[in-house]
């Protein structure tokens, strides 16, 4: 019998995924347990392969199935967290002839046995010589031991096949929740965790630390992904104490259904609170492919730190591919030199300044409203701060997607006159709200941008709550062909937005930072 950990193995990870090599391509029956026990006997885990889990908590949607389908609490196990991610995810996977396994967060120990079962039920498929898989029983056939914990606080690999602390980026962030949190001694010390080339494909959740980057080994060879999506997690997400138990319907149309929101929401990674996370040198995916009938946002990223004072996040050299509403971000966003594709709002969120610099933002085709390019912005950004900057780089647009169908950018509707985008915030003045934020800023600098944009350029319909000026609004200066000629804007919309308002103000990382922190600036360096 080929399995992952081998049968033995003293050295395994505790974050590891669990393996079974058949002899042929199996098949999962949506039927049976698998159940991880300590060597004393003491249950730690078991995945239902079965709808048990969806049908008991009452939802009523049949499109999204229901078999194959565990709620994970991610953060488990955590000692300075008291509140976690709740998300359905699908426990068990095939690739050719390899099943794999992928536990709940956090129910290993290190240093610590185990043994497996897997009831025969759970697969079809031959397996170990024999024309069906036969099950795994017992207590000793298949066993491991997992690897003591990290000696380092401060630097951790993960391989998903190679030496390394963790198989998985959860796993890593778990480790270093536990010993580099905002209450930590490590807090303030600078955290590396370097991604080797691999796939590593999870959900993942990280809150309230500090002075961490995430390393890629190679931009292209080193990918996280997950499809999660509207649907099969509702809401843009958040931590709870305990999953929350309200329903919401999974599409446009009644007859879909409801599904139990647990509460920790669509993004494939989840940040709460902390300051300075560095993403750099790979590729984020949210695989989610659109369905018409589904409610199909889907962050790669949701960054949910919003403070005047901390809330930095920077990305350089990064890929983010998503679809529709691919990054969310609040506080204080600098993205260089990467690559973001996307439809619909593929940009948005609620930063007091957030600039994309020199990067490519691709419009991707949108397979449910195929004669749309979609929109680029959505903004809801802090009244008084710069919002969203884009500085140089170009609007490219993928296959299929038409000439003249894509805008810049679109409100979200939400008035001043119904108390939205109306007060500035300031430091040590309260916390964020409706009055405080929603506002439509984006604006764009030296940008190439191609024939996939609408000649007039913004989506007016809702108008913005802002009209252009120059510190806040609709506007564009320097706008370039791909060529990098002048581009011409005869059809550009005048009455909501600008071409023609002083953005010298705002021309460089620093001019846009430099209210971070009661004015004493921030100008991050790649």
Not at 72 to 87: E, F, P, W
Not at 163 to 186: E, I, K, N, W
Not at 197 to 207: A, K, S, V, W
Request: proline letters at 5%.
């Amino acid at each position: 019998m080929t399995v992952s950990p081998t049968t033995g193995d003293t050295a395994a990870f505790k974050d590891t995924l669990l393996r079974l090599t058949f002899d042929g391509p199996p098949v999962i029956t949506g039927s049976g347990t698998i159940r991880v026990y300590r060597s004393d006997g003491t249950l730690v885990d078991t995945i239902d392969t079965s709808a048990n889990i969806v049908t008991a908590g009452g939802e009523t949607q049949s499109a999204l199935g229901a078999a194959n389908t565990e709620i994970d609490k991610i953060g488990n196990g955590v000692a300075s967290l008291t509140q976690y991610r709740y998300t359905y995810y699908r426990p068990v996977s095939v690739a050719g002839n390899v099943a794999t396994i992928k536990l709940h967060d956090g129910v290993l120990a290190y240093d610590t046995a185990y043994y497996v079962q897997v009831d025969q039920s759970v697969f079809n498929g031959p397996f170990g010589g024999a024309g069906s898989f036969p099950g795994i029983g017992g207590a000793t056939a298949w066993t491991f031991r997992t690897k003591s914990a990290p000696t380092s606080t401060t630097n951790l690999i993960v391989d998903d096949d190679g030496p390394a602390d963790f198989r998985s980026l959860q796993g890593a962030l778990d480790y270093v929740m536990a010993t580099g949190c905002l209450s930590c001694p490590s807090a303030a010390s600078p955290k590396t965790i370097t991604l080797k080339n691999g796939t590593y494909d999870e959900q993942l959740f990280l809150r309230n630390v500090s002075n961490l980057t995430i390393l890629g080994e190679s931009r292209a060879g080193t990918i996280v992904r997950n499809s999660n999506w509207e649907a099969f997690n509702p809401g843009t997400g958040g931590s709870r104490a305990t999953p929350n138990t309200t329903f919401s319907n999974i599409g446009g149309a009644a007859t879909l259904g409801t599904r139990l929101s647990l509460g920790g929401g669509r993004a494939v990674l989840l940040v709460e609170g902390g300051d300075l996370l560095k993403l750099s040198n790979f590729t984020f995916a949210n695989t989610h492919v659109k369905d018409a009938t589904q409610n199909s946002q889907a962050e790669v990223i949701y960054y949910n730190s919003a403070t005047l004072n901390g809330s930095r996040f920077i990305a350089t050299d990064m890929n983010f591919l998503g679809t529709q509403d691919t990054l969310q971000m609040k506080g204080w966003v600098w993205i260089y030199n990467s690559l973001i594709t996307g439809d619909v709002d593929f940009l948005w969120g609620y930063p007091f300044a957030e600039v994309i610099e020199n990067s490519e933002l691709r419009t991707v085709f949108d397979p449910t409203t195929p004669g749309s390019g979609g929109y680029l912005f959505q903004s809801r950004a802090a009244k008084g701060y710069p919002g969203f900057v884009v500085l140089g780089g170009a609007l490219t647009a993928a296959g299929g997607v038409p000439d003249g169908s894509a805008y810049l950018a679109r409100s979200g509707g939400s008035t001043q006159a119904q108390g939205f985008c109306t007060t500035m915030l300031a430091l040590g003045g309260g916390s964020a709200g409706n009055a405080t934020q929603y506002c439509d800023s984006v604006a764009y600098i030296g940008v190439k941008m191609g024939p996939h944009i609408a000649p007039a350029g913004w989506f007016i319909n809702p108008v913005p709550n802002l009209l252009p000026t120059a510190r806040e609004g609709w506007r564009e200066s320097g706008s370039l062909t791909p060529g990098g000629a002048t581009l011409p804007l005869s059809g550009r919309e005048t009455r909501y937005a600008s071409s023609t308002a002083d953005l010298s103000s705002l021309d460089t990382r620093a001019k846009v930072f430099a209210q971070w922190n009661g004015n004493a600036g921030w100008n991050p360096q790649p």
